[in-house]
């Protein structure tokens, strides 16, 4: 009788937590906004203060899919943008964007990736620092 009565105790108490868990990740999602622009990834997070951060597409280095187990319950990806701003926060790392449960993340990496416009040589001081790369490889082969 009394493991019973904990079992339904137990149960009582943990009802609402699990109901409140689709609701308090949905809640959370809402407050953490991304919009791709011609130019620049936009990420807005926040509920009563919000950040804004933005990174022109032609600095996006490199993007990173992740998925923790409780995401894959869930069917959530998170994609990690990192940028070569060389900003560097109080932490000693790049604050990275990070956009939370994007919907057919590889797909979007891949728009990320592909959109951003890359320079082939020729303009200013990185193109002479490629032409120069071009001859030394042709010189070294």
């Given at each position: 009788?009394?493991?019973?009565?904990?079992?339904?105790?137990?149960?009582?108490?943990?009802a609402?937590?699990?109901?409140?868990?689709?609701?308090?990740?949905?809640r959370?999602?809402?407050?953490?906004?991304?919009?791709?622009?011609?130019?620049?990834?936009?990420?807005?997070?926040?509920?009563?203060?919000?950040?804004l951060?933005?990174?022109?597409?032609?600095?996006?280095?490199?993007?990173?899919?992740?998925?923790?187990?409780?995401?894959?319950?869930?069917?959530?990806?998170?994609?990690?943008?990192?940028?070569?701003?060389g900003?560097?926060?109080?932490?000693?790392i790049?604050?990275?964007?990070?956009?939370?449960?994007?919907?057919?993340?590889?797909?979007?990496?891949?728009?990320?990736?592909?959109?951003?416009?890359?320079?082939?040589?020729?303009?200013?001081?990185?193109?002479?620092?490629?032409?120069?790369?071009?001859?030394?490889?042709?010189?070294?082969?």
């Amino acid at each position: 009788m009394v493991a019973k009565s904990v079992i339904l105790l137990i149960g009582v108490v943990t009802a609402p937590f699990v109901l409140l868990v689709p609701w308090l990740v949905h809640r959370w999602l809402g407050w953490h906004r991304w919009w791709l622009t011609n130019e620049r990834l936009v990420v807005r997070t926040g509920l009563f203060g919000w950040k804004l951060q933005s990174v022109p597409l032609d600095r996006i280095v490199d993007v990173t899919i992740s998925s923790s187990w409780w995401d894959r319950l869930w069917g959530l990806e998170h994609i990690k943008v990192r940028d070569m701003t060389g900003e560097v926060g109080t932490s000693g790392i790049s604050p990275n964007l990070r956009l939370l449960a994007v919907p057919d993340a590889h797909e979007f990496a891949d728009l990320l990736l592909s959109s951003a416009p890359r320079r082939e040589g020729g303009e200013g001081e990185m193109g002479e620092v490629i032409e120069l790369l071009r001859v030394l490889v042709s010189k070294a082969g």
